[in-house]
């Protein structure tokens, strides 16, 4: 009778254990917010409990929060110079304002990703985006009065985009557009540098197993607890799509996705997106997307942008002249071209 | 001591005829247990409520939650007084905005969603639909 007694505990004491082991995993969590760079930030991780995972996702939204207000171009805060006030004009000129040195960091982040993409990517082309911005909104709020910007127009602001013209100091700490026409927008590389500079101030922390995702731009902190790889997939946007783009592991590494799909608006009938290409000074139309795959979230926001303004052939060039850095492509006819290194991040499904 | 009892009464109830009749019961007993466990498990599992369905958060809160396996039609109404609207349709286990009040229309663009982690984000009126399937481990942890 004792040892019945005996065999049901040990019973007892496994099943126990069973659901104690099972307890003490860490989940997933995921949260997210409206609040940043004009699109849907997610922050998805592992912890032991939801207080865990809340205290992390709260540190990175606030962190991305200081960026989003130090390099907005739309709004201006209270006892603080951001890039809406660096744009501002007094007196019919710009001031020289002294920043943050989170925006001189990003400022000279800038003119190497200028460099970088041969100019594709130019933080200093604000005035020719605002006019597209304008009529963008315009065509929003009367679809049925949706117009293009007019050429001339455009050929005009074209003139005041001489990156040059934008002049850093250093050790001030000031920024100076020395041209009164000239407009920043750092929409091309903002996100993807705010995602890696607050990546990397939370790996400081000895923060691993979560992801941050600002609107297609994905940044992994390090590998699941498991010490596998996350698996990304990569949407395909067309409506009979049955399978994603590509399925990646991402162990670290971040993948950004640039798409004519993510934001546009219609002018009779046809779509016209939001990436311009500083040559023509039209919406790029190549491509349906360019993901970029690459240790850095600020150089694949940069890459994504500029790939998407290049044929496939430039863009493979430049690809394969950096280490490290691979690319996918998604023509608007369908069909997909990879850089020579791609498939090593890519996993089965 | 005490593990000196155990194995005295080990040696003892093996040995006896009744002994026998009693490791059966209790091998049986065992096995049944095993079997109410794993059948629990498998009821847990398959019969979760929901199954495959949508989660629609609007600005971070669950707004409702719906299977995929049923047509249905939701109007999330959304702003101060609902004024702002994503028709959300659910057919043949595909989920899509029908129609929405935002201005770019974006979302009512999206093609309809049901694999694990695929959404459609409505960001004038903070809405989220994702999907959330019963297979989840089997899908891909991100989708970009």
Same mark, same amino acid.
């Given at each position: ?31 997210? /917010? ?124 074209? @003139? ?43 790996? @400081? ?91 850095? /979230? ?22 394969? /002249? ?16 990879? /850089? ?10 | ?144």
């Amino acid at each position: 009778m004792k040892r019945t007694l005996l065999v049901y505990l040990l019973l007892l004491l496994l099943l126990a254990s069973a659901f104690t082991s099972c307890g003490r995993e860490a989940q997933k969590f995921s949260e997210y /917010s409206f609040d940043y760079f004009d699109t849907v930030t997610t922050v998805t991780g592992y912890a032991d409990s939801q207080q865990e995972f809340d205290e992390i996702a709260d540190e990175v939204f606030s962190l991305l929060g200081e960026y989003h207000r130090l390099f907005t171009i739309y709004h201006r805060y209270d006892g603080m110079e951001n890039l809406c006030t660096v744009n501002e004009l007094v007196d019919g000129a710009h001031r020289t304002v002294t920043v943050d040195r989170r925006i001189i960091d990003m400022l000279l982040y800038a003119k190497q990703a200028y460099e970088m993409t041969g100019g594709k990517v130019n933080v200093a082309m604000g005035s020719v985006l605002s006019v597209w911005h304008e009529y963008r909104e315009d065509g929003m709020d009367e679809p049925w009065n949706a117009q293009l910007p007019p050429m001339a127009r455009l050929q005009e602001a074209a @003139q005041h985009t001489d990156i040059d013209k934008v002049l850093i100091d250093e050790q001030a700490c000031t920024v100076t557009l020395t041209d009164p026409q000239m407009r920043l927008d750092v929409g091309a590389i903002a996100k993807g540098y705010a995602v890696e500079m607050v990546a990397r101030q939370m790996e @400081q922390k000895g923060i691993a197993g979560y992801v941050i995702n600002v609107g297609g731009n994905v940044r992994t902190l390090g590998a699941k607890p498991d010490g596998s790889g996350w698996t990304v997939g990569i949407e395909n946007p067309a409506d009979d799509a049955e399978d994603y783009l590509a399925y990646l592991q991402l162990d670290g590494e971040s993948l950004i996705t640039s798409g004519s799909y993510q934001r546009y608006y219609v002018v009779e009938g046809k779509r016209y997106h939001h990436i311009i290409d500083p040559v023509t000074l039209m919406p790029a139309d190549y491509f349906t997307s360019v993901s970029i795959v690459c240790d850095s /979230s600020a150089d694949g926001d940069a890459l994504s942008t500029a790939l998407f303004c290049m044929t496939y052939q430039e863009g493979l060039a430049l690809i394969e /002249s950096l280490d490290g850095v691979e690319a996918m492509w998604l023509t608007v006819n369908g069909k997909q071209y990879y /850089s020579s290194g791609f498939s090593g991040y890519q996993t089965e499904y | 001591m005490n593990r000196n009892h155990m194995n005295n009464e080990k040696t003892s109830s093996t040995a006896g005829k009744g002994g026998g009749r009693k490791l059966r019961n209790d091998i049986i007993f065992i096995a049944a247990l095993l079997c109410a466990v794993i059948c629990l498990g498998a009821g847990f599992y398959f019969l979760r409520p929901g199954g495959d369905e949508v989660v629609v958060k609007v600005d971070g809160e669950v707004f409702g939650t719906y299977s995929l396996d049923r047509d249905t039609v939701i109007d999330i109404r959304t702003g101060k007084s609902g004024e702002q609207l994503n028709r959300l349709v659910i057919k043949d286990g595909k989920a899509y905005v029908e129609q929405a009040s935002c201005p770019d229309g974006i979302c009512a663009a999206h093609k309809p969603i049901s694999r694990q982690g695929e959404s459609i984000a409505c960001l004038p009126n903070k809405v989220v639909i994702t999907v959330q399937t019963r297979d989840a481990d089997h899908g891909p942890d991100i989708v970009a």
